[in-house]
């Protein structure tokens, strides 16, 4: 583990790098940390640590264990399904409305295409922390152009719930570098104003994802 963090917003910069581990599983399902050796180990107080972990309890991530720390809760197929179903009514009719305000998606288009190009050279290095980084942050600005933070926080809190489950092995690169192919569809569908079809590639890019978590490298989405 490493990254030391400033003197400045300590408590986000920790839940940054938590939520970071999470996502490679570093912080593994079912194991208890100790606020106080993470805050050790960042050279903070525990106090912003401790701020962290209690906001990734609020979110479903951890729980506290009384006199031991915080354990990282195990996803269920079942949680995944539901969080997923979720996502399935929010981001279809949210891709199809993309489409119909191309222009506007226009405007951001150079930064959509430089993540996607992050995507892809994280597929290629099979570095799949930095392709979640990546992946959330391409979705959600994309789904920013609605204008609606309601939305944008909602899915970005269950992205955040569907987390890494064990990273690594020869199928990810694989996995993720088809994943930054449905990306580039789906954004030259919306800009290209095709609701139809845009919304066609979101509904198949989410049920690809549980497909893939039943591959154990990765659920990049």
Known sequence: ?????QQHNLRDQALAILKSRLMSGELAPGH????AALASELGVSNSPVREAMLT???????????????????????QLEDIYDVRLMLEIPSIAKLAGIAAQV?????ELRAKLAELRRCADQNDVAGYLINDKEFHLRLLGVL??????????TLRD???????????ASTILS????EHEAILNA??????????TLMEHHIHKLIQDWDTPQTAAG
């Open 147 to 156: 204008n609606n933070p309601y939305l944008v926080s909602t899915i970005e």
């Open 1 to 5: 583990m490493k990254n030391q963090i």
């Open 56 to 78: 990734l309890v609020n979110q479903g991530l951890m729980e506290a264990v009384r006199n031991r720390g915080f354990r990282v809760i195990p996803i269920r197929r079942k």
């Open 161 to 171: 719930q569907v987390r890494q489950y064990g990273v690594g092995g020869a199928s």
């Open 178 to 181: 088809r994943s930054a192919d």
């Open 106 to 110: 226009q405007d951001i288009e150079p």
């Open 32 to 35: 208890i940390y100790s606020a």
């Open 190 to 199: 919306v800009l290209a104003g095709d609701s139809q079809k845009a919304a």
